[in-house]
């Protein structure tokens, strides 16, 4: 699996290097500043990207800026955003930015190495990784939305997981439940949200991308 | 009747005091003709020079005796007058040029004239109502010694004429009482028609504190952005390193044994870093030594940190507030940065003391001289911290130096040292 990585801060920079490497990817490029960041992108089309929203120059947005336009120059570009802190207007923006896999992670997550690199492969096999806490602040909204009403609580516990980016089994291992069970909550949740029969993955994406957008 | 007397005491003791402050206010207004003349001779000396560096001297002492007024407005009869004066032009400059500077500081400013015709208006003025209430009372006073007793045993002869009379000069009494205040009030208020500042001068004084605010707040923001980059790229960033290592050296640790030590091995180096950086962080917003210690301390420990000895001498019976505490403390540090980045001086001395209402700084080095407050530099940096406290900056620094800053805080110390 081939990585471009944009991050400006020596040390997590090598650090993430050294970690993905372990893990069997291979980073082609590691950018430390925005126009770098989608000259690489663009050069290299890698299967994922890794990056830091702040970056030089300009110490603001640039990297969540590099990776919007990335998406819209290389639709379904598969993006794995990193940042100290998490705002649910960043991650509304990148999902308004074209299709494919999308994560956006607190920096601390990295700690949890094999979940990490799960979000990593899971971003670069089209799905979604959201953070949990951006997704609890999303969800805080929810509660007026006419179409997310619907679902029971169960259902949109089971809604939340799929956003952060967990399997069928995952999510059934996390409430405690069959996997059995998961599947049916899932079905109720495709039905509730009019998503008829087709790509089961691509209904999975579709839905989390109703539930965050909303 | 034991309260009566108690008040009959406080109201006699009350009226004393407003007589005596009276009879202040009239000899004042009359030491200060003598003053007037010899500041008017003083200006009239200036094409001859001499004037240029006496009529300041002598113009600032008649300022000293308005402030002197406006402070026993405010403390005998509760009149605020402010003080009018412009600040002085804190840019650097030679001695000579200096001297004629302060002579236009002074002789430029409107406020010096209305002094000086106060000095000359005042003397009428407190004359009549300083003497007023100790002439009451001695009048008063009087009528009851010498008249009172024959008042009350021969009431019946006395002729109406000198009843009326005798009861004019006794009401003299609690006239005084009531009314002495008010005159010194009166005089009070026509200080402040003269003393207080004009119209034109409060605006321009609402400008400048408008100014000084921009400033201050723009210079909070800028080191609100400052601790934010630093906790961003450097304490945030190293636990984050921190976490990915050792979450890494876990899953490491039984198949790589010898990475996982590496790991950790950084994870303690980067946890070091994280701590040492936050301790740079912290000594930026607010060195502990100040906390700890106070200005003298904190100055004390700034002294020993730098790589050229600095001769310290403190004086200061007190704590400023915290505020004002740490703008000074943050101006020294400021001045002696740039003492040892730009002057090449082997020796800077500080000097600190409280005088007259104002923390009085002193930075001075050895070195090169031809310092100068460039946009941006650490100069302005130190006038735009103090301008939000109403302090100054006065910087001389003749090319081949010795340089001095001066700096100047107006506060109050707190005595009880905590």
């Known amino acids: 699996m081939r990585v471009v990585l944009g991050e400006d801060l020596t040390l997590l920079r090598d650090g993430l290097i050294r970690l993905l490497t372990a893990y069997g990817m291979e980073v082609v490029a590691a950018a430390d500043n925005g126009p770098e960041l989608l000259s690489a992108l663009v050069h290299?089309?890698?299967?994922?990207?890794?990056?830091?929203?702040?970056?030089?120059?300009?110490?603001?947005?640039?990297?969540?800026?590099?990776?919007?336009?990335?998406?819209?120059?290389?639709?379904?570009?598969?993006?794995?955003?990193?940042?100290?802190?998490?705002?649910?207007?960043?991650?509304?923006?990148?999902?308004?930015?074209?299709?494919?896999?999308?994560?956006?992670?607190?920096?601390?997550r990295v700690s949890d190495v094999l979940r990490f690199i799960e979000a990593v492969r899971t971003v670069a096999a089209g799905g979604t990784a959201m953070d949990p806490e951006v997704v609890s602040r999303l969800l805080a909204r929810h509660d007026r939305d006419e179409q997310l009403g619907r679902l029971t609580p169960r259902e949109r516990e089971v809604l939340a997981l799929m956003a952060e980016g967990h399997s069928n089994a995952g999510i059934a291992g996390r409430l405690v439940v069959t996997e059995k069970a998961v599947n049916k909550h899932i079905g109720n949740i495709f039905t509730k949200l009019d998503l008829y029969p087709g790509e089961d993955a691509n209904r999975r994406v579709l839905a989390v991308l109703t539930y965050l957008n909303a | 009747m034991m309260d009566f007397a108690e008040r009959a005491k406080r109201v006699a003791w009350q009226t004393l005091r407003t007589c005596l402050r009276g009879m202040l206010l009239a000899v004042t207004a009359i030491a200060g003709l003598p003053l007037l003349v010899v500041s008017l001779a003083c200006v009239l000396?200036?094409?001859?020079?001499?004037?240029?560096v006496l009529a300041p001297k002598s113009l600032l002492v008649v300022r000293r005796q308005a402030d002197l007024q406006r402070r026993w407005a405010l403390e005998w009869s509760g009149?605020?007058?402010a003080a009018p004066y412009r600040s002085r032009s804190t840019k650097p400059t030679?001695?000579?040029?200096?001297?004629?500077?302060?002579?236009?500081?002074?002789?430029?400013?409107p406020a010096t004239w209305r002094d000086l015709l106060w000095t000359l208006v005042n003397v009428p003025v407190s004359i009549v109502l300083g003497l007023l209430p100790a002439f009451l009372l001695v009048a008063g006073t009087w009528t009851v010694m010498d008249d009172v007793g024959t008042l009350l045993s021969e009431f019946n002869n006395v002729a109406p004429h000198g009843f009326l009379l005798q009861a004019?000069?006794?009401?003299?009494?609690?006239?005084?009482?009531?009314?002495?205040?008010?005159?010194?009030?009166?005089?009070?208020?026509?200080?402040?028609s003269l003393l207080a500042p004009t119209r034109k001068e409060m605006a321009a004084r609402v400008g400048q504190l408008t100014e000084s605010r921009w400033d201050a707040v723009d210079a909070s923001a800028a080191e609100l952005r400052?601790?934010?980059?630093?906790?961003?790229?450097?304490?945030?960033?190293?636990?984050?390193?921190?976490?990915?290592?050792?979450?890494?050296a876990e899953q490491m640790v039984r198949d790589n044994p010898d990475l996982a030590l590496t790991l950790l091995a950084e994870a303690r180096a980067s946890s070091g870093q994280a701590l040492s950086e936050l301790r740079a962080l912290v000594r930026g917003i607010h060195p502990p030594v100040l906390a700890e210690r106070g200005l003298d301390g904190a100055v004390r420990a700034l002294a020993l940190s730098l790589p050229l000895p600095v001769d310290l001498h403190i004086e200061l019976a007190g704590r400023p507030s915290a505020p004002v505490e740490s703008a000074a403390y943050f101006a020294i540090a400021e001045a002696l940065a740039n003492v040892v980045k730009h002057s090449g001086a082997t020796r800077a001395w500080v000097q600190l003391q409280y005088d007259h209402?104002?923390?009085?700084?002193?930075?001075?080095?050895?070195?090169?001289?031809?310092?100068?407050?460039?946009?941006?530099?650490g100069l302005q940096g130190i006038e735009r911290r103090l301008n939000a406290f109403d302090g100054m900056v006065a910087v001389t620094s003749p090319a081949g130096g010795p340089t001095q800053v001066t700096m100047e805080l107006p506060c109050e110390l707190s005595l009880a040292r905590t």
């Not at chain 1, 649910?88 to 896999?101: D, F, I, M, Q, R």
């Not at chain 2, 400052?226 to 390193?241: C, F, K, N, W, Y």
Request: proline share 6%; charged share 20%; net charge positive.
């Open chain 2, 168 to 192: 004019f000069f006794l009401s003299m009494l609690p006239a005084c009482a009531i009314g002495g205040p008010w005159l010194l009030k009166a005089q009070a208020v026509a200080a402040s």
């Open chain 2, 79 to 81: 009149v605020t007058i």
């Open chain 1, 44 to 108: 290299h089309r890698p299967d994922v990207a890794v990056v830091d929203v702040r970056l030089p120059p300009t110490f603001t947005d640039e990297g969540l800026r590099a990776a919007i336009a990335a998406r819209t120059q290389l639709p379904g570009l598969p993006v794995l955003v990193l940042s100290q802190h998490v705002e649910p207007l960043y991650a509304k923006e990148l999902l308004s930015a074209g299709t494919g896999g999308l994560g956006y992670l607190l920096k601390d």
């Open chain 2, 45 to 52: 000396l200036l094409p001859a020079g001499l004037g240029v």
């Open chain 2, 226 to 248: 400052r601790i934010e980059r630093d906790l961003h790229d450097g304490a945030q960033a190293r636990l984050v390193s921190l976490g990915m290592n050792i979450g890494f």
């Open chain 2, 357 to 377: 209402g104002k923390l009085v700084t002193i930075v001075g080095d050895d070195g090169t001289g031809g310092a100068h407050p460039r946009t941006g530099g």
């Open chain 2, 94 to 109: 030679n001695r000579l040029f200096r001297v004629f500077r302060r002579c236009w500081w002074v002789l430029g400013d």
